[in-house]
Structures are given as C-alpha cells and as structure tokens.
C-alpha cells in the first residue's frame, strides 16, 4: 500500500492553482470538471502519481468558502532550507504564519505557512545528517 493524495476543498480553484503552483512549485498534473455534479477536481504534486503522493484540489462550484474544521492539521513539504523557503513564500505574496526555527522541545528546523483557503503547510528543514 501507498498514500495517493490528499484531499483539500478549495473556494477559489484558480487561486489554489496558483499558490501551489507558482508559490510552492508543484505540476498540475491534471484537472477535470465533472459538469453534472458541478465541481472540478485537480491534482497537483512535485512528481507523476504512479511514484508520488499529491494533492487532489476539489472545487465545488456553487461553494465559495469552508470553514476550516478542528481535526485536519496540516501538509507537510522538506525542503532544503526553512528560512529560504519562507522567504519565497513572503516575497509571492503567501502568508508565513510561523518562522523557521527549532520545533518545541526539538532540533528539527520548521515553519507554517498558509494557502489562500487558510490550510497550513509545515516547513520541514532537511537535517544535514539526511543527506
């Protein structure tokens, strides 16, 4: 067994689309509308699903917005440098909501940031031991 994708509704397709795109730099690997239920799903990820685990983007037409629940927590992305990474995110208009820096009673380097939906993605900085 593997993870295929996890599923996140979104109120604005086209400016998800563009944050996990253009801000976190994952593929859209592909998008349909389904007409008759009225919603549009789409995929995104940083590698083809055969081998990687991706986000499913579902956009309900007539569902401008949700509100966030209590039990999701959050995506979580490695990435080389949690710093640089906020950084990017900051200077394409994303919002860092906690900056890189040694997780509570931990080493490990992380961050938050938000998608236009207010889904928090963690920052997990590579350990240099990890390479």
């Known amino acids: 067994m593997r993870l295929l994708h996890t599923m996140l509704r979104v109120g604005d397709l086209d400016r998800s689309l563009r944050f996990y795109t253009e801000v976190l730099g994952m593929r859209l690997l592909r998008k349909q509308d389904y007409p008759e239920g009225r919603f549009t799903l789409a995929f995104v990820g940083y590698g083809d699903e055969s081998e990687h685990s991706v ?49 509570k009673h931990g080493t490990t380097v992380i961050a938050f940031v938000e998608d236009p939906d207010g889904y928090k993605i963690e920052f997990i900085e590579k350990s240099s031991t990890s390479a």
Request: proline content about 2%; glycine content about 10%.
């Open 55 to 103: 986000i499913e983007l579902t956009h309900n037409w007539d569902t401008d917005h949700y509100d966030l629940g209590t039990a999701f927590g959050h995506i979580a992305l490695e990435v080389d440098n949690a710093q640089a990474a906020c950084d990017a995110v900051r200077a394409l208009g994303g919002r860092v909501t906690r900056e890189a820096g040694p997780m």
